[in-house]
């Protein structure tokens, strides 16, 4: 797959400002995929934007389908790193919100797509964002593949968060050998 211009253009933020969190390429083809299969009116949650290269993933697949009837919805608690985002010219369905996900997470709603990349609402409080995906709504979580050099600490709460989503009542998950290691959950 051709990576989009949208998304070279993250990458080149993220490699000025120094920024390493960025989703990897097998990620953001997943989020582009699935951000395409949204149904029509339907709404994208990000926790945790950084610089942009899966937002932009998923924004591109929105535009080469013609589409600009679903809203994305990204958070971001840092605000040096919010602003560089903010500072791009985003198609007009895509919102920013710059704070703490665990602060307005309940004030924005419900979701048919959501991909949790921070802290927050995956580490602490995902319970919360399970809350707000819709039925048949789907949740993607990466960096879940074990590294060696993760604290004792990390394991735990990844072990947590991927328990969690295996054995949540209310979701089918599935772990996909893929970048850095996902789970794909959809919500009855
Ligand atoms: C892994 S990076 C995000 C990468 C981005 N989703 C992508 O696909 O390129 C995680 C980001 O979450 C932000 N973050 C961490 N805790 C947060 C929280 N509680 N609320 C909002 N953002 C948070 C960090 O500042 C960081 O920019």
Redesign the pocket.
């Known amino acids: 797959m051709d990576v989009p211009g949208v998304v070279l253009e ?1 990458r080149a933020r ?1 490699a000025r400002a120094g ?1 390493r ?3 990897d390429d097998e ?2 083809q997943l ?1 582009a995929a699935l951000a395409g299969e949204v149904p029509e009116g339907g709404r994208v949650l ?12 998923m924004v591109s697949a929105l535009v080469a389908a013609g589409r600009d009837d679903v809203e994305i919805v ?5 605000p040096a ?2 602003a560089l985002v903010v500072a791009v010219d985003w198609p007009p369905f895509v919102r920013l919100v710059e ?6 997470l309940e004030d924005l709603g419900t979701f048919d797509l959501v ?1 949790a ?5 995956k580490w ?2 995902l319970d919360r964002t399970i809350a707000v995906l819709r039925p048949g709504g789907v949740l993607v979580v ?2 879940m593949r074990p590294l060696s050099s993760w604290s004792d600490g990390q394991r735990s709460k990844k072990e947590m968060v991927r328990r969690t989503l295996l054995r949540h009542p209310d979701l089918d998950a599935i772990e996909l050998d893929l970048g850095t290691g996902v789970i794909m959950s959809t919500r009855h």
Do not use: K, P
């Not at 945790?48 to 290269?53: A, C, E, W």
């Not at 990204?74 to 840092?78: A, I, K, L, M």
């Open positions: 993250a993220a920024f969190l960025s989703s990620v953001g989020l990000e926790l945790g934007t950084g610089v942009g290269v899966g937002l932009a993933w990204s958070v971001e608690s840092d790193v919010a704070g703490d996900v665990l602060d307005v991909f990349d921070a802290q927050g609402g602490e409080g990466d960096d």
